[in-house]
């Protein structure tokens, strides 16, 4: 019972960030295939459910491959890119269709004591997606293949605000009523740039995006694709996803996440843990510093409350803290979830500082976090013309001497502190020179 009361506080965050944001979530037909799909379904069900809009958007190869085989169809490619005649059109158009269907069915399923029961959710599937011929490349006519012409953001917009799951396909229609194939992965890109969706949330087989030595990649900024593109050899769906990604993120789409769909709560490992469960494409991977703001008063709380219940921080009042937010600065991580805090009080002599509350979240440490805020309060403090920095501890004082802290007395502090000193707390004083 503890447990699940300490995960469900701390999926609280994340619940609220998301709330009301738009998620585009892409899945292969290989996903829709696999024996964890339910699962998947499951987890979108409960994000509709938390006030998350969503648009789910999904591809149909190995059901086109099937189709193709059965009528001794044989695929043709041309530079990753299918071949579409008319004869393979038939196919697509009977492939795609019977996968929404099984998709919007899997979303319908509402059976007593399961995950669904009562989710009554509205799935809502149509001609939102303008496509233009693919044409004829290097003397090649790819026929019906097409790509994303338009996306009609505002009737998406209109059911979404309806609180409905938007479903697209791999199908685009031009002005003239003639349909095309297209790949779900440029439609999952293009609409959730059109929709400036906070996430475009990407399937895969594998669990993300790996390193040199098999490792998986938790954080991946837009600068290190091109070297990730590189060493992926002939994974060329995972290739196209992470492309997908690339183009998003570049076009302003804050963060595109790619986990796999084998593992059953991927999806909901990923958007409410700290840790996550794939790999998080975005700008900038690095931890953000920047000044606290009356918002970040809740997450304050969060992170110093168990340090304050220990003893090893002097209690403080959220009153008390919405007077002094202006001295903090935070760390926060790829999702703006505070990671790290310090706050800096300028003593009346003018010429040093106080450096309190310096804490890192536990799942944080070891990152060398609170060694990057503290150089960066030191250069704050310089600007302001200070000279010295003074710190009081209890438990952490080697911590601060590797810092280049000095112990000192109590004789050395600013009077208007020494007067404040809790002789009864007995904190140790450490003094840094500017």
């Not at 996550?276 to 953000?288: A, F, I, Q, R, S």
């Not at 309060?377 to 280049?404: D, M, N, P």
Request: with cysteine.
């Amino acid at each position: 019972m503890i447990d699940y009361v300490k995960f469900f506080r701390e999926t609280s965050p994340y619940i609220n960030m998301h709330r009301g944001k738009t998620f585009v979530i892409a899945i292969s037909g290989d996903g829709v295939l696999h024996a964890n799909f339910t699962h998947v379904v499951q987890d979108i069900a409960l994000l509709n459910s938390l006030g998350i809009r969503i648009v789910l958007v999904h591809g149909a190869r190995p059901q086109i491959e099937e189709r193709l085989a059965n009528r001794n169809i044989a695929p043709r490619f041309q530079d990753h890119t299918r071949v579409t005649d008319a004869a393979t059109m038939d196919c697509v158009k009977d492939a795609v269709g019977n996968t929404r269907i099984a998709i919007e069915g899997v979303l319908s399923m509402g059976l007593a004591n399961s995950p669904m029961h009562g989710a009554r959710i509205r799935v809502v599937s149509g001609n939102f997606i303008t496509a233009k011929p693919v044409g004829v490349r290097n003397g090649i006519d790819f026929h019906h293949s097409g790509a994303v012409r338009r996306i009609d953001r505002a009737a998406i917009q209109r059911q979404l605000d309806d609180n409905a799951i938007v479903l697209l396909s791999s199908l685009g229609y031009s002005a003239t009523g003639e349909a095309f194939n297209l790949a779900y992965e440029d439609v999952a890109t293009q609409t959730a740039v059109a929709l400036k969706a906070e996430k475009l949330i990407l399937f895969s087989e594998k669990p993300g995006i790996p390193d040199d030595a098999g490792n998986l990649i938790r954080i991946l900024s837009l600068p290190d694709v091109n070297a990730c593109l590189a060493r992926m050899g002939d994974d060329q769906g995972l290739k196209n996803l992470l492309n997908a990604g690339y183009l998003a993120c570049n076009n302003g789409v804050a963060r595109t996440h790619l986990i796999s769909y084998q593992k059953n709560g991927a999806l909901l490992c990923e958007l409410f843990t700290r840790e996550g469960e794939g790999t998080l494409l975005l700008h900038d991977g690095n931890e953000v510093i920047r000044n606290a703001a009356i918002d970040d008063i809740a997450g304050l709380l969060d992170i110093i409350s168990p340090l304050e219940e220990s003893g090893v921080l002097v209690k403080r009042s959220r009153e008390l803290l919405e007077t002094e937010i202006s001295r903090f600065t935070l760390v926060v991580d790829a999702e703006n979830v505070l990671v790290a805090c310090a706050a800096l009080y300028p003593f009346t002599d003018h010429q040093s500082a106080e450096l309190a509350c310096v804490v890192t979240h536990p799942d944080y440490r070891n990152r060398g976090l609170a060694s990057r805020l503290l150089a960066h309060l030191e250069k704050q403090a310089r600007s302001q013309g200070l000279q010295q920095l003074f710190v009081l501890t209890t438990q952490t004082a080697h911590w601060f001497l590797e810092q280049g802290f000095v112990p000192v007395s109590v004789e050395s502090l600013p009077a208007t502190k020494k007067e404040l000193y809790n002789y009864q707390r007995n904190s140790k004083i450490f003094m840094k020179p500017l």
